[in-house]
């Protein structure tokens, strides 16, 4: 086949992939990924019916998410920052066709700000004196398995513009902890992670759990295991800046850190520590995230440098996968972008090699049983 008919039968698989995945995901109402995709080769300089198109297209995006800008200025650059977006969108559904990509309600931002304003990783240096978690047996591991089901996870929540990832990484997984300890389900607060811990790292100078400016889930816990425990949401709940003063009431703890440790890169491992000990802390390359729209993302290409901190709470033993025309296992992962990012707050990544960075660094933690003392 020679390279041309190669492409055009490419660009003809993405279309039927984009277009089923779409009609999957409940989303195939919105035209857009079709008309990024069919438009990947067009200019809009070129082209001028795509670029009322674009503008058509962001007339949408501001109503859909209610965006708002303060100036003339501020809306044309937006404008600019949405076009280019869309192109990122393209790219991105190109490079992985078994997910859709499109436009999110980061459409307006730059790559540097979605990092900045909505990511908050502090650093990806695997804790070197970490616990190491114990060899768990995996013969037994179940086909498929979702914590949602059993009731060890909380509705999505939503860390704003804040660089907090790591506070809402930290509390999903002593949520699912608590959860198997006690037998309750209790949303507890970031809050409390971005306004009191300042837990830093022995071995590097510097870096600290620091609010909106990112932090690391390991050193959360070390906090929450000093400091006692956390607090329930209700009685701290999340403002998404860190300009205020801690307000920790020891006498209101709701969930207790029992012992936690780095699981083995091995994913097998990962599952096994993900079924007996509940949802656990991992970090990610979120690249592909700003324009994520649904289905399972398995980019053949992505970066292993971490930078977000999210929650695995189950995998599937067959994802969507036509292009191949093989099913393929995938991770679901729980988000903090709120219920209206990707698929309802989650977002699905095949497993099998490490993509995104996604097997590098995964923590458990355990709860103390606070009924019973
Ligand atoms: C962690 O704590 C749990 C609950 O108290 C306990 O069952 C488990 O053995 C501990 N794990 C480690 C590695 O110490």
């Not at 506070?167 to 309750?184: K, R, W, Y």
């Not at 709120?338 to 707050?345: F, I, S």
């Not at 960075?357 to 355990?366: L, N, R, W, Y």
Request: hydrophobic share 35%; with cysteine; proline share 4%.
């Amino acid at each position: 086949m020679s390279l041309l008919h190669f492409s055009g039968f490419l660009v003809f698989s993405l279309l039927l992939v984009s277009s089923a995945v779409l009609a999957e995901t409940s989303v195939g109402e919105d035209p857009l990924i079709r008309q990024v995709v069919d438009g990947q080769d067009r200019s809009s300089s070129s082209n001028p019916n795509l670029l009322g198109d674009e503008y058509h297209h962001f007339s949408l995006f501001k109503r859909r998410f209610k965006k708002s800008y303060g100036s003339q200025e501020e809306h044309d650059y937006r404008f600019s920052v949405f076009r280019r977006n869309l192109r990122r969108a393209a790219r991105h559904q190109m490079l992985d066709p078994t997910a859709s990509h499109g436009v999110t309600q980061f459409s307006d931002l730059t790559p540097a700000e979605f990092k900045r304003q909505v990511l908050g990783l502090r650093r990806l240096r695997f804790p070197k004196d970490a616990n190491k978690a114990p060899i768990l047996p995996t013969n037994d591991l179940p086909e498929d398995f979702d914590w949602r089901e059993k009731g060890a996870v909380t509705p999505v929540k939503n860390q704003g513009s804040c660089g907090s990832c790591w506070s809402f990484s930290t509390t999903g997984a002593l949520e699912g902890a608590n959860f198997l300890a006690t037998g309750n389900l209790v949303s507890l607060s970031e809050q409390q992670l971005v306004d009191c811990d300042h837990e830093c790292d022995p071995e590097e100078q510097g870096a600290c759990d620091s609010g909106c400016n990112g932090g690391l889930m390991n050193s959360a816990f070390e906090y929450t295991l000093k400091a006692g425990g956390l607090m329930r949401e209700e009685d701290y709940p999340y403002t998404g800046t860190d300009r205020g003063t801690c307000k920790f009431d020891k006498e209101k703890i709701a969930a207790k850190v029992a012992n936690f440790s780095v699981v083995s890169l091995d994913e097998d491992q990962i599952a096994a520590n993900l079924v007996k000990n509940g949802p656990l802390a991992v970090a990610i390359n979120a690249v592909f995230m700003q324009t994520y729209v649904g289905g399972v993302s398995c980019p053949y290409i992505c970066s292993k440098r971490l930078d977000h901190g999210v929650l695995l709470v189950g995998y599937g033993s067959a994802g969507y996968a036509p292009v191949r025309m093989k099913e393929k296992p995938y991770w679901i992962i729980k988000n903090s972008w709120g219920p209206n990012w990707g698929e309802n707050g989650f977002y699905k990544i095949c497993r099998g090699r490490n993509v995104c960075g996604v097997d590098s660094m995964v923590s458990t933690v355990a709860a103390v049983n606070i009924n019973s003392n």
